[in-house]
């Protein structure tokens, strides 16, 4: 996220970044990435085992750090950790640890603030009236602002995230109880967030008043659970109740649940990209099914963009869904002609010219046997930089492919994003410097097509996007920001973080 | 492997696996497991970097360990590591360590001899004449015998692993020549092997009489390099110039390369596995794609086993190439109706009773969207022990499935292999135990049914199995093992290695 | 320190502690532990190495964890680690990390706040005109008050230690200068401390209103130093300016430095026990030689309580100066009768009773050859619970001794410290609950004796203690406590610190 | 060692070394350094941990890494580690995982072959009757010639340690009992060793024909222990027996303990050194108590080379007992002028120049107070290189002292040892290139005095040397070396071993 990162960024040693997104042909960072995922459950005896398990299944949500906190009755117990959660959650003496009846969970890519320990959530603090557990997916566009201004007022900064100001505003609030406290918190941000939190005697879920980042309700036995994605439901086994609204609270307690609304009504508009890329394919997003919407996209760019060809090639695994679409829209076979290298550690050190020279697929290698001799569309999520599009599509010629048509299973990305998302900086969105043309001459390709906004809104089940108020947040396609963005004005050349640890 | 884990089990203390076959929905070991996977280059500025590169390729070939030797004008260095490639040889000072032009390499899963460090490979002796390291894919089927005898001989063992053997008979050679060692060696040894080997002069490949295991030569700008599939040279960018043949030692060295036969001319009788489940589908082993040949097997299935449905659902990966054949060939739209979470670690241990009920499901995932209400067929690539398939077809139904159709892409298992493939004790073997009938009540689906022997060859492009001279190892379908099996009739509870060790 | 203890114990894992003290005999918790070593460097090229070093040589004041902060003119840099300094802090990567020409560094045992890492100082804030850290030696006796009335007020705590009040006060305070807000905070504070703090512009030296732990001021080729003691100056060559006085803050910076008194002028009032027992025997504290005043404790001793025997054993390596001084005094023939394992790492976990009953001599063992046959004066630093005794007194019967005759060279401790030494609870302390002949039947000496309190101050030079106005904090002897203790009042059942963490 | 060193240097990479010897002051290496120490026992229900806790009494003899191996009826466990026994084996699990009532352990500093895991001892060999593990403490002084014709015959080596050569020779032995086979193998080996071995059976101890090296019989409640050192039978409370004699193996089993000479009957002649500088004053060596050895040899010192002087200061902590000695004998007062840092982890890396200059006491430090205008006799136990005795020297004149008397407790050093003392080459012997004068210039002392051979013979208790049996290996003084020096004649540039690994 350019803007925001150049807002806050802490001059922090870069620590090494792992997980599957951090390797090979990522290297020059050609993908969006997802902050976060969050996960709660209340009055379940495994509290953090199931946590860990929900964890688990968001983890494509973020794959560079996890923690879990929980309360036992008495004391809130926390783990924080860089890696997998199947890594740092799954052995018996961690889990054990987390004690308690209740607990909430965090993955996390990075945010603002780096990729130090401090930074990973949930974080916590100790209030007046008892202590408070926040996991926060999202990004808040005033954070730098009210930052400086409890800095100012003597507040002293335990990471350099912009989920601790809840934290703070939290603490800071005249009023008695905690759940008053939270909720004057959230009135005073503004930005994308979907957040749970743990009190000493409550599991709290909150989404912004838009609706931005997801956040649903489930029930195990009778007890409430909280999570980003339906997905991380099905794993443990766990009903789908409902969605969170936007500019709602529920607060789970021992006397059940109860919804609280701290923002005035209004249209929800979720975050388009979720549905495009985020979500796991299994995932049902606000009431619509994350694979039916990808397919729907399959469907219509065919009938946008169809092309004379042998074969629908996906580039996995985010393109089979749309590629499936589009090869049973158009009846052309559908081929796995890329196949994907699972396996990926951190990245690897190149260590010399030599190396680095033989272009190296890490993740990603030709079926020529799929390929050779054909024509081929290949259907991609998404395109950022588009560094990976020129690999691929030079794969796909040296594997003897005759013809390469690229599909688009989304419109160009011509803005950044502040809610989340970590887009390049603009000048490096290929969309944004370069005409349809010129972004298919620099990828290498036969043809070049991207779906359109309609075609996107009547994937999504619309009949055309609403531009008075528009049924989703697509700033990244339309420049249309859903939320005011009062640190982009602030931005600068300051050091906000003056303390650079290792940890 | 069964037989071969009693004959030689070691007393080890059994080390914390990882890697993803390791973990989730395979806690009861229901797969096939590879051993190993074999890598070398001589000539290169940069071997050990080049090497990491073709072993992360061969991943898929063992998750468990990987190992390095490299040989540098004077010294061999070697580093050998728990866990992924990418995680243990992607930085900077470990390749730095590894100097040297020429070098070999080793991923594996498990071999006979437990999960111990000093198993992990490349082995390395000092013989008389230098330096010797071996790398072996494969399984030797009197290395127990020959073990026996070596220790009877005064012999000092410093692995539990078969390959050792081939260290002692070459240091025990009377031959003056390391090479002339090296073929002694071979001449002594029953079973399957495909090798790779570095002295101080050479780089060695060599395959088995019956060529069981695959090994290719691939040249990279004018450098040999050895590796047992395809894919190994495709990452690098290398080309591919012969498999290695049955039978076959080729030693490179800066005079070029130089191939010597050490076994009587015989037919060629390769691992009909590496085609239905171990091979990336991306390699071409013994000149066939491994794609095409599983989309073939999706035919034949389809041809000799098809349903009336609405979708045929692969289990992912391994599925996918077949159930795209069988979709292909019958109409019925192929959906991807189980999603695979790919970010894992180790296991998850599951602590208490109560989040062991909850039947996590850690690997795979129902997409309920593609499911919902269909008659499905669900394509897998074998049955092993059936008991990931019941898991299956249940989360199937749970996704509201109206019919669940199984498809096995190969015949069924009856024998275990002694070849290098790890499948249970026989007993444990569903289809050596059940009747077709009893399989499918076990699994629970409402038909069941396997690829037939004659379809299977068909599939390689044969017209039939040559019953008296069979151009595949296809011993665990039909009990016609390929070579001798010294080592079992000397079999018994004695423990073969007296130390356990940690390392 | 067992009233603060209770106090604010937070409810932390017991991390496993290491160092030497930690270890063998000691389990038992009979001694005491100074709670920290401070160094500070400004203008120095290589600062972070010259802070490793300083911290090295004050090592004996806190084994448990080290940590440094770094300026390097933008930004702060900051490592902080469990365990010893030459562990941590001596590899070149480390120190590297830790740029800049000023740096602040502190070791410790173990401080109110449990043992975790958020715990581990220098802690560091970002106040409005910038950061802030400080290292802390002693304990304040109305943090938990204050800490209390900050978090009414919406502060939020980034650790459970005693030292982060001072970060938040300063933060807190109006006035513009951090020097200034720094000072606000000293002036709100009660206790005992000696604190090294690092700004953007300046080195940081204060030292409470008593003096009652010690700072010393050195300068290493015109650079500036601050240290607990002396010997951290001797360790690199560096030159002893003078003590910092009781109630004055020293301000290092571009400028030179600047003297700033920060109480009025009162007398000084050190802690005793840093001659008796913390100090290092080659440290100058105070303008009074360590070992000079412990020998001279000897000979009081002998002048006391001299008694008829053959040799002097001290035990080490503590007791050694005053055994010197009283073999010196009395003509009996000094002998290591005891020998100390210097070896000592983590606890050894003793698995089994049979083990248990060993009566394991980790730390000390007999010198037969020395105590065979012999009459022994046994001289020990000081008496805490008199565990250990009890073991040497047996031990030295074991190994012949004919008599054992205990000289304690200090006075009975009979009450706890407040201010940075961690003392058992007071029924605990075997002067307290015991009579002298008491204490003489529980250890099982021949004859047991103490130094008196008149004893003590001719030991340091005075003609008698005055009571009126006592020139050395002694409370532990007296109970003369030199400081309110105001936590001491609100001190109960209820957790402070509600989060367990580990680091 | 020199000699043996440049005969069978490995080609390793140097690992990090620590313990304390490793560091600060002796980055020069200027200290002798015993190479191992070792330790078992049979029929313990926790023999591994009392191994551990032996080991812990033996740490002086070797910091470097350490090792267990335990036979629980069934199957040998084993665990070596690098570092402290303390930091390694002090924990449950380790000792849990060593499971038996036999066990045998290993301390080490470093021997021939280089500091790698897999030369960690002790070492093990299944052999054709069972498993073997030997533990070793001294140096073959044919390993090299040995090792060359095992090669040469075909055997595979797992160390580069000269100790696997017995378990090659045992293994190659054609007598069918392994306590018969392990005669075979000691009856080729020369030099010195006291070893213990394991068997399936048996506990089994053995000395060299001259009895070079140390090795005592202990027991504790009937079970039978074998140790180097009379202080690791105190640590447990464990009685002193006799010592193994030289030529001797005996042999413990559930039998009882046998007594077997290998060697033909001849004069004990233990290494003099022991009683210098390695075994720890409490232990009694040969019958004779080191501490009261070493006193001696301070009496012997002081009557040979007395000097006018204020005090007698020792280079703490080995030359402690010579100064008493001396002082006594002179009575000149005693006093620890010097204090020694006992806290010392690994190698501080001095980074810069800057740091190098600073001239940095890590270890030793001066004690101005006592030494200030001082006349002193500075005793130290013996001279190697000399390097840290210019610093020493250096430091007390920087502290003032007026006159420094240097008096070594041991002759002049002139030739290397090859029996397991790593001393530097000749030709780095400072007394071995300078005469008295010229090594009193180098040091920079007022007087410099060695004691003399009939001194140090006195000392002993001897009348005088025997030159035509010396009761003493005293080679280093005299070049009168007791054994055959085989490796000698053919040591040259060939590197031995061939790989290097990084464990």
Redesign the interface.
């Known amino acids: 996220m350019a803007a925001t990162r150049a807002m806050s960024a802490a ?1 922090v ?1 870069a620590s090494a970044t ?3 997104d951090a ?1 090979g042909d990522d290297l020059d960072g050609d993908t969006l990435r997802e902050e976060c995922g969050v996960f709660g459950i209340f009055g ?3 509290a953090s ?2 946590v ?2 929900g964890l ?2 968001l ?2 949500r973020g ?1 560079e750090a996890a923690g879990i ?1 929980s309360f036992d009755g ?7 950790r860089p ?10 003496g961690t ?3 987390l004690k308690g009846q209740a607990a909430i969970g965090h993955v996390r890519y990075s945010t603002t603030g780096g990729t130090i320990l401090r930074n990973v959530q949930p974080l ?5 009236g ?2 408070l557990a926040v996991a926060h997916n999202g990004n808040l566009t005033n954070a730098l602002s009210i930052r400086r201004e409890l ?2 007022d ?5 990471s350099t995230s912009d989920t ?1 100001v809840i ?2 505003l939290a ?3 005249r009023k008695p109880r905690i759940i008053e406290r939270f909720i004057d918190a959230l009135q005073r941000i503004e930005g994308a967030y979907a957040l749970v939190a743990l009190t ?1 005697k409550k599991l709290i879920g909150a989404r912004d008043p838009q609706g931005i980042r997801p956040l649903v309700l489930g029930e ?1 036995d009778g007890r409430y659970i909280l999570a980003s994605e339906t ?1 991380a439901l ?4 766990a009903r789908f109740v409902r969605d969170i609204e936007n500019g709602e609270i529920v607060v789970i307690s021992d006397e059940g649940i109860e919804s609280i609304r701290f923002a005035e009504k209004r249209p929800l508009r979720p975050c388009i990209f979720e549905y495009i890329y985020f979500a ?3 995932s ?1 997003v606000n009431g619509k ?4 919407v990808r397919k729907n996209i399959g469907v219509e760019l065919a009938r946008e963009a169809g092309v004379d060809a042998d074969i629908v090639v996906p580039v996995p ?1 985010s393109g ?2 749309a590629a ?1 679409g589009f090869a ?1 829209e158009t009846g052309v ?4 002609g890329i ?1 994907r ?12 010219q ?2 680095r020279e ?5 993740k990603h ?6 390929v050779e001799g054909k024509r081929i569309v290949l259907v991609d999520d998404s395109l950022v930089r588009g560094t990976t599009s020129v690999k691929i599509v030079r794969m796909m010629r040296e594997a003897g492919a005759r013809e390469v048509h690229f599909r688009i299973a989304s419109p160009p990305i011509t803005y950044p994003d502040f809610y989340g998302i970590d887009t390049p900086e603009r000048e490096k969105l290929l969309a944004a410097t370069h005409s349809l043309e010129g972004m298919r001459e620099y990828i290498g390709a036969d043809s070049l097509a991207f779906l359109s906004i309609p075609g996107l809104y009547r994937a999504m089940g619309e009949e055309r996007r609403d531009d008075a108020c528009p049924q989703y947040t697509d700033h990244c396609f339309t420049g249309d920001y859903p939320t005011g963005l009062t640190d982009l004005a602030i931005a600068g050349p300051r ?1 906000l ?6 940890d």
Do not use: K, W
């Open positions: 001059s040693h792992h997980g599957p390797a379940h005896p495994d085992a199931v860990a398990l688990h299944a983890q494509h794959q906190v008495e004391v809130f117990h926390s783990e924080r890696g997998l959660v199947g890594d740092s959650f799954s052995d018996r889990i054990e640890r916590f603090a100790e209030l007046a008892g202590g800095v100012r003597g507040a002293i900064t335990q601790e934290l703070h603490a800071r609030s000493n195990l997905c099905d794993i443990i086994g796991r394919p299994d049902v099914s994350v694979y039916a695994d089979v869904p499936l049973q076979p559908f081929e796995m196949i290298n699972h396996y990926v550690g951190r990245t690897f050190i190149q260590p010399t030599s190396v033989l272009g190296v697929r890490m290698s030709a079926n020529r046997a799929a050091r973080a003056l303390l650079a640890e290792a």
